[in-house]
């Protein structure tokens, strides 16, 4: 007689504990996409400046005094997120709101200043592909920039409604994980067309 | 009070109460709301199957029209601009709004069923990624519709898609409408892959798991990772036409081929998503009327994500003529001579399955063994295009019109076809009429052949492909009209499929659970099967559970009858990814009007972008943004955050 | 059928021009193995459904279910034998486009081709400016010699195949893409647009007329010269027009019509067919093409003229002498 294969689980978690849910998955998965559709912005700026001739870059030494702080802005707006995050893991209100409302603020300012810095520009999105490229790019992941405050102030919100604990944190592990993923995608943004210039690309 | 974190859940067999109370708590409200707010995977995925199916009518009857101005040299039934925009929407319907949402509409309702589980691991995004299916393919309709529909083909290649020549609505119908598609099918794909890791019933390991389930598994990764680049493409050329941006213009420093790799690199991963799930299908169907397991079940799964690793490298041979440098095109040429090989074993498998079985001839059974053969001639056909000196002859000619007929319609239309014969006792409780099935199969089998068969020769003899008409040369009038009399024939095929699906709803005969004595767990739950699926959630020990004792493979058999009753709430079983062990108790969400909300708000703000209105685009990013917080919000049902503390 | 094989115009399972002839034995050997394929995976498969035939009157529920035989091998031999005809194609796929990839090193003759919605632009270059002219969608070659063709494209994609005598290349707007014929015996070579390029991609056709190299001289010596002055009234009238009207947008050289958005019709009697491809060269059509044009070829870019029987008859005169 054959035996009969029957699980019996116990003591199974009840919906979304800790960072495990479907709910991370699913933020993961989306991710992903975005992550791809960043990887064909920046192909396309590499087989475009591949294919153009010298010249096709309308920065050949980009200016970075705006940009690298930036970038260190976004960095540290990465830290306090992850502090936010921490602080529901350990019980403290006071360091997730701090977090969660840091990371809010440094990113809002990065967002002002990437501003600045277009209006500063002497190019326009009509101007050359090169130009139409930096714009859609770096627009594109300022859209996401966007998304991600939107999250943040949720994320704030949602702990000053004292919705999370140590043990239901996935919502705040999903979007502080998307908080993340704006930020790499910035490095990789920034690396192409500010720094690889410097490194021969396009001159 | 505070509901426990943790829970040890109850394994008992199945009782009417059970039954009962799992209905009180799964079943859909009638009426208007429960129309608009169901997430029951089975409804969505028959929406996805009917609106596919009327999709496949209508791209059909697009093809007729045009085989009536091509059934004679030098007629002018149609003008030129008529005939672009037939042979563009024609290519658009199908390939879009038929042959990935049928695949969607049948694996949403299959997975879960076949999977053990009580619905998608993502009931709400189900839903969503219907309603924008169904918006966006309205979307793209009304451009149609209006005489604005796309006119530079499928592919719509740039500068023919540019501002300069293309000044009307018909690409901006076709970009933003593509655009949104997109963000169905992303979705969709998404909740695909988190399902397929993380909602198993126990004991279903990874290779234990339907063959199907590895083909939409395979497509939906694929498809996650490749469709951001057609949506990229289509938008930068909604920039280039509207805000002037050059990304594809010359003059601007822009590269027509940027177009090409973008559309192409999504373009190739893409046809294979469309038919990897349908040869799942087949694998999983064709069995069960041989009466045998598959052969080479590890084989044909490891093949179906071989094939799809590999179609990420063959892009560029959509682009032999295009005057790349001969190394990258001997890598491609390479590469897709190569990518016949894992798409052989399958139909290894399957003729080897038919052979080392006794055959029970039934129409499903039909249409999943004939489609070997249809494969097979398209497969040869898409060998010879991938030789690049042979392409540089063959592309663009009605050669290539002829392979992609056969490896769509044969890899595809057929599956599905026969998937419908073998999962409609399944969906309604009624057989479909197996009399009018032979009609039904023999009409399109032989349309088909007569139609696309000779069009072989018709490239080989140097017909171009969209042309709205062509010159009386030797061979050319005859075959073309032979081609018109059997897609005239093939018509009437699919009409009788349909037919047969219309009376059978009716007057079908009763189908039980298990009508064909099938193996796997869809046939162990009633037809059709109640809201909750499994009253009980079954333990897997193999991959055919229910033909454990006839196979006698030893060890341990699976337990159906008892099993987690999960009976607490809207639940269902969470399992690990590879071996499919309990790990967490899903709830699962109530109907919502989240998804049709955020549908609307995304419609109204793509039309806003077409007609440039920004107020229309604010108030549907509004909708948007407020429909996804309100989605999102953290629901105390759904455990995402603790309930309040009880004072007193 | 056989007939039609050999003399479809656009049919390429038979080759006049050298690079055209390296690709058939390769064409033929992959359509034979893919029909013997087709041929084998049919018997096969007959073979498969009609060996334990089951009574026709069993459900499939009563038909019991077994284990069967272990049928890893077909798959196992099938990949093998699979694998070596695919592999021969592979091989013979590398050594063809080695040999006909490149452009003649020495080409004898070296044209620019533009195409244009819908018609195509063939510049003849020379040592000297004096040798060098266009004409439009007939180009003469020499027999037997390598002719290298520069391809660009003014507007859209367009691509230029001649079935019999090369492969498809593509005209992409923004670089200059190179292919080469060479023609191997004297005659009329068709050739299509190959990529889908607006309303009437259908109706751009070129022919390629290879001749002796003493012929080819000759035309190339007739097309250098400018047009001749009218000698009759209706002659004079009808270059008057020509001047005021087509000159718009096509050139003749030796008169005032110097655009060029349009055919250049110097020698526009020395071609064979009109409206690229669309139309045979005789009175009839050349005066229905001149005056209502959008009737035979509709939505290109030339106009409907309107003209009064005299001025068509007038016209007709003056291009009659564009020999």
């Given amino acids: 007689m054959a035996e009969v294969a029957l699980a019996q689980p116990r003591d199974l978690p009840v919906g979304p504990l800790h960072r495990q849910g479907v709910g991370w998955w699913g933020a993961g998965t989306l991710i992903a996409s975005e992550a791809a559709l960043f990887a064909y912005l920046l192909f396309s700026y590499y087989y475009l400046g591949a294919v153009n001739p010298v010249g096709w870059l309308l920065e050949p030494a980009p200016d970075l005094s705006l940009a690298l702080p930036n970038t260190a802005l976004l960095l540290a707006s990465s830290v306090f997120a992850w502090a936010g995050e921490s602080g529901v893991l350990h019980r403290s209100r006071a360091l997730a709101l701090t977090g969660f409302g840091v990371a809010f603020v440094l990113g809002t300012i990065f967002a002002v200043i990437q501003v600045f810095e277009w209006k500063a520009k002497t190019y326009g999105l009509g101007t050359s592909s090169y130009a139409s490229l930096y714009f859609v790019t770096t627009g594109f992941h300022m859209a996401h920039v966007v998304v991600g405050l939107l999250i943040l102030a949720a994320l704030f919100l949602w702990t000053v409604l004292d919705y999370f604990s140590p043990r239901r944190r996935v919502v705040v592990s999903a979007g502080v994980l998307y908080w993340h993923f704006v930020d790499a995608v910035w490095l990789f943004v920034f690396t192409t067309y500010y720094l690889t210039p410097y490194l021969g690309f396009g001159r | 009070m505070k509901a426990p974190d943790y829970r040890t859940p109850r394994v008992g067999i199945d009782s009417a109460e059970h039954q009962a109370k799992l209905y009180r708590i799964w079943e859909t409200a009638p009426g208007v709301k429960g129309f608009f707010t169901t997430v029951d995977h089975k409804v969505i995925g028959i929406r996805y199957i009917v609106t596919a199916f009327i999709f496949l009518a209508l791209g059909g009857m697009e093809a007729l029209v045009m085989r009536m101005q091509l059934a004679r040299p030098n007629m002018a039934l149609l003008t030129p601009d008529q005939y672009n925009q037939l042979f563009s929407t024609h290519g658009m319907t199908m390939i879009f709004l038929y042959a990935s949402p049928i695949l969607s509409g049948f694996s949403n309702y299959l997975w879960p069923l076949l999977l053990g589980s009580r619905d998608m691991a993502f009931p709400r995004l189900n839903a969503l990624s219907y309603w924008i299916y169904l918006a966006s393919g309205l979307f793209l309709y009304a451009g149609f519709l209006t005489g604005n529909g796309p006119n530079d083909g499928w592919f719509n290649y740039v500068p023919n898609a540019s501002r300069p020549f293309n000044p009307g609505l018909n690409e901006d119908f076709y970009a933003l409408g593509m655009v949104f598609l997109g963000i169905s099918v992303t979705v969709g794909a998404a909740n695909f892959i988190v399902t397929a890791f993380r909602t198993r019933a126990p004991g279903m390991s990874i290779n234990r798991l339907p063959i199907m389930v590895w083909g939409t598994l395979t497509a939906s990764v694929a498809n996650l990772i490749v469709v951001p680049a057609v949506s990229l493409a289509f938008f930068m050329l909604w920039m280039d036409r509207q805000f002037g941006t050059h990304f594809f213009d010359a003059a601007g420093g822009g590269q027509a081929l940027l177009w090409q790799h973008l559309f192409w690199i999504f373009g190739h991963p893409w046809v294979y998503a469309i038919v990897l799930p349908a040869m799942g299908m087949v694998s999983d169907g064709l069995p069960v009327f041989c009466r045998r397991p598959l052969v080479g079940y590890s084989l044909v799964a490891l093949s179906t994500v071989a094939t799809m690793i590999l179609g990420f490298g063959v892009w560029v041979h959509h682009m032999f003529a295009t005057g790349l440098p001969g190394l990258g ?320 | 059928m056989s007939n039609a094989l050999n003399s479809s115009p656009l049919g390429y399972l038979d080759a006049a021009g050298t690079h055209a002839q390296r690709i058939l034995p390769l064409t033929l050997y992959t359509l034979v193995i893919s029909i013997v394929v087709c041929v084998v995976i049919t018997v096969l498969l007959w073979l498969a459904i009609r060996r334990n035939p089951v009574d026709s009157r069993l459900a499939v529920h009563e038909v019991p279910v077994e284990r069967g035989g272990n049928g890893l091998r077909w798959i196992s031999v099938g990949l093998s034998i699979s694998a070596i005809p695919l592999l021969v194609a592979l091989v013979w796929t590398m050594m063809v486009l080695a040999a006909i990839a490149s452009p003649p090193k020495k080409p004898a003759l070296v044209l620019d081709i533009t195409a244009r919605q819908w018609w195509w632009d063939v510049h003849y270059n020379g040592e000297r400016p004096s040798d060098a002219f266009d004409t439009a969608n007939e180009i003469h070659i020499p027999v037997g010699q390598p002719v290298l063709v520069r391809l660009h494209a003014a507007d859209v994609i367009h691509s230029f195949w001649v079935p019999k005598l090369s492969g498809k290349t593509d005209m992409i707007p923004g670089q200059t893409n190179q292919s080469w014929m060479q023609a191997e015996t004297p005659g009329r070579y068709l050739g299509q647009c190959s990529e889908f390029c607006g309303y009437q991609h259908a109706h751009m056709q070129f022919e390629v007329v290879a001749q002796s190299p003493a012929e080819f001289a000759a035309w190339k010596e007739a097309q250098l010269r400018p047009a001749p002055d009218p000698a009759t009234p209706e002659a004079k009238r009808g270059q008057e027009l020509m001047e005021t009207r087509c000159g718009m947008c096509h050139q003749v050289r030796g008169t005032r019509a110097g655009a060029t958005a349009a055919p250049d019709l110097t020698h526009l009697m020395s071609r064979k067919m009109i409206a690229s491809g669309a139309l045979e060269n005789t009175p009839g059509n050349l005066a229905g093409w001149i005056d209502v044009p959008q009737s035979m070829k509709p939505d290109s870019f030339m106009p409907n003229q309107d003209l009064s029987g005299q001025q068509i008859n007038d016209e007709l005169a003056y291009l009659e002498t564009l020999q």
Avoid: C
């Avoid at chain 2, 390479?334 to 055959?359: D, E, M, N, Q, Y």
């Avoid at chain 2, 009409?443 to 008409?469: D, E, K, S």
């Avoid at chain 2, 009409?495 to 009763?510: D, I």
């Avoid at chain 2, 009007?593 to 007609?611: K, N």
């Fill in chain 2, 329 to 648: 095109l001997a890598f491609f040429s390479g590469a897709s001579i190569a990518i016949t090989l894992p798409s052989a074993v399958a139909v290894f498998a399957w003729i080897a399955t038919i052979w080392h079985g006794r055959p029970v001839i039934t129409t499903a059974f039909l249409f999943f063994s004939s489609m070997i053969l249809l494969f097979v001639i398209g497969g040869v056909s898409g060998f010879m295009t991938a030789s690049v000196p042979v392409d540089w002859q063959l592309t663009d000619t009605y050669f290539v019109v002829a392979h992609l007929h056969y490896v769509l319609i044969g890899i595809n239309v057929f599956p599905v076809v026969g998937a419908t014969y073998f999962w409609f006792p399944k969906m309604s409780g009624k057989f479909l009429d197996e009399k009018l099935g032979r009609w039904n199969f023999w009409t399109m089998f032989i349309g088909f052949n007569v139609a696309f068969l000779p069009m072989h020769l018709t490239g080989l003899l140097g017909m171009p492909r969209r042309v709205y008409t062509y010159n009386d040369y030797p061979g050319w009038a005859t075959l073309n009209l032979l081609t018109s009399v059997g897609a005239f024939i093939f018509a009437v095929g699919v009409l009788l499929f349909f037919v047969n699906v219309l009376k059978s709803l009716r007057v079908g005969a009763k189908a039980s659970a298990n009508p064909w004595d099938g193996p796997t767990l869809e046939w162990s739950v009633p037809s059709p099967p109640p809201a909750y699926n499994f009253a009980v959630i079954p333990t897997v020990a193999s991959r055919h559970p229910l033909w454990e004792s006839r196979l006698e493979e030893g060890g341990t058999v699976s337990s159906l009858d008892r099993g987690l009753l999960l009976d607490q709430g809207k639940e269902t079983i969470a399992t690990s990814a590879l071996d499919a062990q309990p790990d967490m108790i899903l709830e699962m969400p109530e109907d919502s009007y989240a998804p049709v909300v955020l549908t609307a708000g995304l419609s109204v703000l793509f039309v806003g972008l077409l007609l440039r209105n920004w107020i229309a685009v604010g108030v549907g990013a509004v909708i948007v943004a407020g429909g996804i917080l309100a989605w999102l919000w953290p629901s105390r049902e759904l455990r995402e955050r603790e309930p309040e503390v009880a004072h007193g």
